[in-house]
């Protein structure tokens, strides 16, 4: 299955790691002020490695992003002196 979705967090929009107990399934939420969205690993213990993988693509991308964004606001910050 297909899922594409494109969201723009809100103000208050907060991201972290959620856990609800000790057997159950740690996952990464992401809370965009108004919606929410959960990534939690396979249940199979061996797909983990390659999950985390992904999560730590996941963490670069987003550095990434926020990379180009701060560069992009201190260029316009420039460009109005």
């Known amino acids: ?12 929009a907060v991201a972290g790691m959620h856990l609800t107990g000790p057997a159950a399934l ?9 919606d929410s ?22 963490r670069d991308g987003a ?3 926020a990379a180009v964004l701060d560069a992009r606001t201190e260029q316009a910050h420039d460009d109005e002196d």
């Open 1 to 12: 299955m297909t899922f594409n979705a494109t969201w723009t967090p809100g103000p208050e």
């Open 26 to 34: 740690p996952g990464l939420v992401l809370y965009l002020d108004k």
């Open 37 to 58: 969205l959960a990534i939690t690993p396979p249940t199979d213990p061996t797909q983990w490695r390659a999950f985390a993988a992904f999560l730590r693509q996941l």
């Open 63 to 65: 550095d990434q992003l």
